[in-house]
């Protein structure tokens, strides 16, 4: 059975660092072709994709957030992390984790994705 579970701060200050885990169980996420993307959802706002890691390790980053965002793996512990430096207050949302088989640039259509987590809200505010 796939698990996929975001975690984080909840609350962080504008400006400083966002950091989030999703920990995977039940899928590889260093073999075969899997690719592990970062995608968020701001209030009354559609799926916005941040990023992806392909699982040779390999990063893609949306490009108005490529200079302050950052997608690494922990293979021994099956975890990808997030980082978005110098946060704002508009960027609160609800950052998910998913997997899909294919690298697709942007995509937000979940269909295009095998396994989703919940989800980890993080509220950016002073």
């Known amino acids: 059975q796939v698990q996929v579970q975001e975690s984080g701060p909840g609350l962080v200050k504008p400006w400083q660092t966002l950091s989030l885990t999703c920990t995977v169980s039940?899928?590889?996420?260093?073999?075969?072709?899997?690719?592990w993307s970062w995608i968020r959802q701001s209030p009354g706002k559609g799926l916005e994709w941040m990023g992806v890691i392909s699982y040779s390790g390999s990063t893609y980053y949306a490009p108005h957030l490529k200079s302050r965002t950052s997608i690494a793996r922990d293979l021994s512990k099956k975890q990808i992390t997030l980082q978005l430096l110098s946060v704002a207050p508009e960027e609160t949302a609800v950052y998910y984790c998913a997997e899909s088989k294919r690298l697709i640039l942007g995509a937000t259509n979940r269909d295009l994705y095998d396994y989703w987590g919940q989800g980890t809200k993080v509220t950016v505010s002073s």
């Open positions: 039940g899928v590889s996420i260093a073999t075969g072709l899997y690719y």
